[in-house]
């Protein structure tokens, strides 16, 4: 493949925010979708997080394609629910933004640990990722079945090697980390400000 498999998602981040500075919903969730693939290339072990991902990301681009003109900016979709009282629905798009967002927290953690600590195993790279992202927010449920997941990650050198293709792997997972982290943020800072920013898994 040319460059790596993080060459689509870094393409589709310039397209994220209006000249305003708004977060745009459709390219953010563009850039979603192409982290998909990478995750595919974990196998068993990311099955859960992709499938989350997957549903999150269809979810808010159903009620998106209801009314693209009013749902352009991501962050409406959202309002309109905090306004009709049913953000806190766990079918909500609100619900939806949240744990995609969180998600993505959790692999640009996970990404970011593999390009820091090259001496690091897969196992610890996604452990120390997930408590320092996910775990607060999960119920004992969803953390055992996360930690026999992690036990069915690849090699590390493996999974390198396979993502890799013709480009800079490195230099991609970093600009990838550095430019999708901001835009998390920007997430988080808008949810907590409607008061939806702590919603926990049962």
Same mark, same amino acid.
């Given at each position: 493949m040319a460059g790596t498999v993080f060459t689509p998602s870094l393409e589709g981040m310039k397209h994220v925010k209006s000249e305003s500075g708004v977060i745009l919903t459709k390219p953010f969730l563009e850039v979603c979708k192409h982290i998909l693939p990478v995750l595919e290339k974990f196998g068993s072990a990311m099955a859960i997080v992709k499938t989350d991902i997957g549903g999150n990301i269809t979810r808010l681009e159903t009620k998106y394609a209801s009314d693209p003109t009013k749902y352009e900016q991501l962050h409406s979709l959202v309002k309109v629910e905090v306004s009709a009282k049913t953000a806190k629905s766990s079918s909500s798009c609100t619900n939806g933004l949240l744990w995609l967002t969180r998600a993505m927290d959790f692999l640009v953690a996970l990404f970011h640990n593999l390009v820091q600590h090259p001496d690091w195993q897969m196992s610890q790279a996604c452990n120390d990722a997930y408590s320092k992202t996910l775990k607060k927010w999960h119920g004992w449920l969803a953390s055992s079945s996360f930690s026999v997941a992690i036990k069915l990650?690849?090699?590390? #050198? #493996?999974?390198?090697?396979?993502?890799?293709g013709s480009g800079n792997i490195n230099a991609d997972i970093e600009k990838f980390c550095s430019t999708f982290s901001p835009l998390l943020a920007q997430n988080h800072k808008f949810l907590a400000s409607v008061g939806m920013d702590d919603l926990k898994a049962s």
């Open positions: 990650a690849p090699d590390r #050198k #493996k999974f390198m090697e396979i993502i890799s």
